[in-house]
Nanobody, 127 residues
Framework: QVQLQESGGGLAQPGGSLRLSCAASGFTFSSYAMSWARQAPGKGLEWVSGIYSDGSDTYYADSVKGRFTISRDNTKNTLYLQMNNLKPEDTALYYC????????????????????WGQGTQVTVSS
């Protein structure tokens, strides 16, 4: 069955960095776009970044543009999110999610249209 397992979260200081990973199994990883989303305490789920199935294009929410980098290794069935210059407002539970297609318009695709989600990894940014 499809499984998505995030890792790499933790505590970071403002201005610090973390790298999240999402190990995928149970489907042909290289055939589907993937996204990262997050949910801060007391807030709704927010899309953060997306990448095409072949890694040829990436997209970011304005709140993380220039600080976060999404990538994927289709030989290892793994999705990544490099997070630099972290801010306290980046504190959230981070999820990876599998899209239904190899490419999509990330900024207008509702999160409910992703068919599989991981269980999340906590990122806390605090001094």
């Amino acid at each position: 069955q499809v499984q998505l397992q995030e890792s790499g979260g933790g505590l970071a200081q403002p201005g610090g960095s973390l790298r999240l990973s999402c190990a995928a199994s149970g489907f042909t990883f290289s055939s589907y776009a993937m996204s990262w989303a997050r949910q801060a305490p007391g807030k709704g789920l927010e899309w953060v970044s997306g990448i095409y199935s072949d890694g040829s294009d990436t997209y970011y929410a304005d709140s993380v543009k220039g600080r976060f980098t999404i990538s994927r290794d289709n030989t290892k069935n793994t999705l990544y999110l490099q997070m630099n210059n972290l801010k306290p407002e980046d504190t959230a539970l981070y999820y990876c999610a599998k899209a239904l297609r190899p490419i999509l318009v990330f900024t207008t695709t509702p999160l409910k249209e992703y068919d599989y989600w991981g269980q999340g990894t906590q990122v806390t940014v605090s001094s």
